[in-house]
């Protein structure tokens, strides 16, 4: 049984990151996306509300669980004994920080290999930050994120 983890921020859940999960999902048995509860950054969104997102969008994929986790994504993969991290690549400009954490996380969970996606075409602009900035502004940020995603975007700037 090949068990593979997606681990992010989602702050918040994009378009590109449903991509992702919809292909890693039909290519592993069991897909587990984490989301990575960093106290050094101050999210949009609290890990909770991530959490819930996800479900919300991942809801008709059967074998895809959520969760969340602190601390080192080596030994979240160690400790539930998952032999697969999936990382999605949108440009060139990815791969540096991309190759330097998958390299890391080999030696920190041997088990473990990391498979990249490359992103589809037209999600490869996208992220969670740009989302953010552009919904911040008040901008269209409809063919970014699903419909339930940006109407908790816009709460959250309109407070
Ligand atoms: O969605 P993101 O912010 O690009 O995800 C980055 C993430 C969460 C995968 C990465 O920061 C991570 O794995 N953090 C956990 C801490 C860790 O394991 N660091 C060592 C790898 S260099």
């Keep these: 049984m090949a068990h593979a983890l997606y681990p992010g921020s989602f702050d918040p859940v994009t378009y590109g990151h449903i991509d992702v999960i919809r292909r890693a999902s039909s290519l592993f048995d069991s897909l587990t996306v984490a989301v990575l509860n960093n106290s050094g950054k101050s999210p949009l969104f609290s890990v909770d ?3 819930k997102m996800l ?8 074998n895809v669980s959520i969760d969340s986790f602190s601390g080192l994504t080596a030994d979240y993969v160690t400790a539930n004994g998952i032999n697969v991290i999936i990382r999605g690549l949108r440009a060139v400009t990815d791969f540096e920080y991309e190759l330097q954490m998958a390299q890391t996380n080999r030696k920190l969970a041997p088990d473990a290999d990391t498979v990249f996606l490359t992103t589809s075409l037209e999600y490869a602009y996208l992220s969670s930050t740009t989302v953010k900035e552009v919904a911040y502004f008040g901008g269209d940020i409809s063919k970014f994120v699903p419909k339930d995603i940006e109407k908790l ?3 959250k700037y309109k407070k």
């Design 49 to 51: 509300e991530r959490v």
């Design 55 to 62: 479900v919300g969008v991942c809801s008709d994929i059967p």
């Design 153 to 155: 975007i816009f709460e």
